[in-house]
């Protein structure tokens, strides 16, 4: 067996129209260990199971009375496209018309009923394992690019923050913020590592004007604000979600709920979701750390500042979801640990 590969965890899917062939493969699998067999006797019961719960592997008969079981495999495919869940057909039909159109729907491999038992564990068995060292690179390759992805917000972060915190800290409030308005773990997940990018377009600015001791100029200031194009731009042209929700972040994060921001005058929902969190928060945070040209403000004094410009430069549904007691509890708990 492989070094933490745990065959009892696997999910396995039973598609049989025959009750009889279902609990004989049920009892059979749980037997030998596997604890999460779920069943199905006809498509539509297999399409429900599917979109209730990615299966790791799907054992499904060929013959589903009038059903087309090929509809399984599509579906399949179709919800879970960037994943590889193998299937294996179960016929009685050994004909090479009828391996060619198995293989063709998409299934991974076939037996001929009956079946030998030993001869099944086997296959099904080592078709875990090859899903399983797919799921393992996969999580190794995203772990790469979002240790990439973080390189490269230090990297802008380093240019006017010489302890790098501020990037971590907005990216568990902001990920916080979005618990509180009811988000999914999946999009939780990107949002914790998409806002630490916002000001990656600083990295185009001079660090005269970063780390100007005082006020900036007018004119200075229209350098500034450039940095939220510039990292859109570094970010363009990317597929991966977390990405694709960073360069939404870094050109949206200093729009105003009035309109009144930049760097395209959004006003409302015209701005994105994602740049509406990341304002709140990474506003909330340069005000309670200290700048080149200021000292912290306190805790309290940041708060009342958001309170008041709730309506004008923000979504007043965020910053009620910032000052809710679940995200305040976690905030302070968050913000502690990052500054020690």
């Not at 500034?224 to 991966?240: F, K, P, S, V, Y």
């Not at 309670?288 to 708060?303: C, F, M, V, W």
Request: aromatic share 6%; with cysteine; net charge negative.
């Amino acid at each position: 067996m492989l070094k933490g590969f745990r065959y009892h965890e696997a999910s396995i899917l039973l598609v049989d129209d025959e009750p009889s062939a279902l609990e004989f493969l049920s009892v059979l699998l749980r037997e030998v260990g596997f604890r999460r067999v779920r069943t199905a006797h006809c498509v539509n019961e297999a399409i429900r199971r599917i979109e209730a719960e990615c299966p790791d592997l799907v054992l499904l008969d060929w013959h589903l009375g009038a059903d087309d079981s090929a509809q399984v495999i599509r579906h399949l495919r179709v919800v879970y496209a960037d994943k590889v869940i193998p299937v294996i057909v179960l016929t009685a039909d050994i004909s090479p018309t009828i391996k060619h159109t198995v293989l063709a729907a998409g299934a991974s491999d076939f037996l001929n009923k009956p079946f030998d038992i030993t001869e099944a564990l086997l296959r099904i068995r080592n078709y875990l394992e090859m899903r399983w060292l797919y799921q393992t690179r996969e999580r190794e390759l995203e772990l790469a690019r979002l240790e990439i992805l973080e390189r490269l917000a230090r990297a802008a972060e380093y240019r006017d923050d010489a302890t790098g915190q501020h990037i971590i800290r907005v990216g568990r409030l902001s990920e916080q913020v979005g618990r509180v308005l009811g988000l999914n773990e999946e999009r939780l997940f990107e949002l914790r590592h998409a806002a630490p990018l916002h000001d990656v377009g600083k990295i185009g600015v001079p660090d005269a004007i970063l780390r100007k001791p005082e006020p900036l100029a007018p004119d200075e200031w229209v350098l500034m604000r450039q940095h939220t194009e510039i990292g859109a731009r570094i970010l363009e042209g990317c597929a991966n979600p977390v990405v694709q929700m960073a360069r939404t972040i870094a050109l949206t994060h200093h729009e105003h709920w009035n309109g009144a921001g930049y760097p395209q005058g959004l006003c409302g929902e015209e701005i994105p979701l994602w740049g509406r969190i990341v304002a709140v928060v990474d506003a909330y945070d340069a005000m309670t750390n200290d700048r080149p040209y200021r000292p912290a403000l306190s805790h309290e004094q940041a708060i009342e500042t958001i309170r008041a410009e709730r309506e004008k430069q923000f979504d007043p549904l965020i910053v009620d979801a910032f000052l809710d007691p679940a995200t305040f509890s976690t905030m302070r708990g968050e913000t502690t640990e990052s500054d020690t």
